[in-house]
């Protein structure tokens, strides 16, 4: 079984910064890519940004040049850098990860639990 735990949510003003962390635990060979997304009321969950565990990246367009993702492998985390935030920021953001809890096997998807980001005006 794998976990992913998030951390870092909170709420700021716009025009402010917050970083998002996720660790995943558990049984683990390996973690294909990872990332970020968000579902605000009403709304459909959507892509924020992803990274392979080559460090290739793709963002929403809505974040790029302000967010950041970045992974750290040896810790098996990663991260969402997130600047100059806007109220349409605002959302509850889950991480997600594709991971191999054993060697040749097909990798699995996992969600966390979400984190709420608030940006008020």
């Known amino acids: 079984q794998v976990q992913l735990v998030e951390s870092g949510g909170g709420l700021v003003q716009t025009g402010g910064s917050l970083r998002l962390s996720c660790a995943a635990s558990g049984i683990i060979f390996s973690i294909n890519a990872m990332g970020w997304y968000r579902q605000a009321p009403g709304k459909q969950r959507e892509l924020v940004g992803i990274i392979t565990s080559g460090g290739n990246t793709n963002y929403a367009d809505s974040v790029k040049g302000r967010f950041t993702v970045s992974r750290d492998n040896a810790k098996n985390t990663v991260y969402l850098q997130m600047n100059n935030l806007k109220p349409e920021d605002t959302a509850v953001y889950y991480c997600?990860?594709?991971?191999?809890?054993?060697?040749?096997?097909?990798?699995?998807?996992?969600w966390g639990q979400g984190t709420q980001v608030t940006v008020s005006s």
């Open positions: 997600n990860a594709w991971v191999e809890t054993k060697k040749y096997l097909q990798a699995n998807n996992y």
